[in-house]
């Protein structure tokens, strides 16, 4: 069917940074030995939206969409950039994002869609989404002839694929327009999703910084806090880059590779030792 847009389509413009994920512990090998010990924190300055219907729309640097919702459809058309949805569900009105001529379709999920110059770029970060071709824009004088026609074969339609959580869609645009007969799905690695959605997050950077002042930082952004048990920790620098709500991923970090051991209270507390 045909769907008339907005006269005065709503476009939404937003700015945000990301940075490459990094971390290094140190017990004083810094190449600024006479630094002040110290950490500073990047917000995120991705714009967040809220349609009529309660879905959340982040948009990513110099991004733009344009919703157009009716009675039985919620319709958004990413017209540049990057946004991740947090869909809310209705089964009743499906919700859809266009992406040049990609459709991803779902009830109530959440994904990131990128344009790139080449590609259209989708991530599922949670439930499962349908991709499928936009339909073309058909004229009732073309029904008409389509109408009187003899009957013809099929037209080739790529299959529709679906994509689930922890995979990337991705859809070559040249030399056309994008079309699912060029597409990939892949699966996505929990680190490289990280980095992926890094822009929507605020960042904490330590520059020789005492592992009582990070945890101070990470408590500051989680409801999940650090206790330091062990005074053999207090004295310990860190640095690098780490995104302010991955609070498992720093104790990964110290675990991983830092004599540290995490010992968890409850749902919201972990202690930090130094191992034995």
Known sequence: SVRRRARHPWLFGALAAGLAIA???????????????????????????TLADGTVVELNANSAVEPAFTAHERRVRLIRGEAHFAVVKDSARPFVVEARSI???????????RLDSAAVQLLVTEGK????????????????????????????????????????????????????????VEAVLPEELERSLAWKRPQLVFDRTPLPE?????????????????????????GGAFQADNVDGFIHVLESGFDVIAERRGADETVLRQSR
């Open 129 to 184: 989404v349908r991709v499928e071709n936009v339909a073309p824009l058909v004229t009732a004088s073309d029904a008409l002839v389509d109408s009187l026609a003899a009957p013809m074969a099929p037209a080739n339609v790529a299959a529709t694929p679906f994509v689930t959580a922890g995979e990337r869609l991705v859809v070559d645009s040249t030399p056309a327009a994008p079309d699912l007969s060029r597409a990939r």
């Open 23 to 49: 971390a290094f512990w140190s017990a004083g090998v810094f190449p600024r030995p006479n630094a002040a010990p110290t950490y500073r924190v990047i917000p995120s300055h991705a714009q967040q939206l």
């Open 214 to 238: 990070a945890v101070a930082a990470f408590n500051r952004f989680n409801r999940h806090q650090l206790t330091i048990g062990d005074g053999a920790l207090a004295k310990r620098r860190l």
């Open 103 to 113: 459709a991803v379709r779902a009830v109530g999920t959440a994904f990131n869609v």
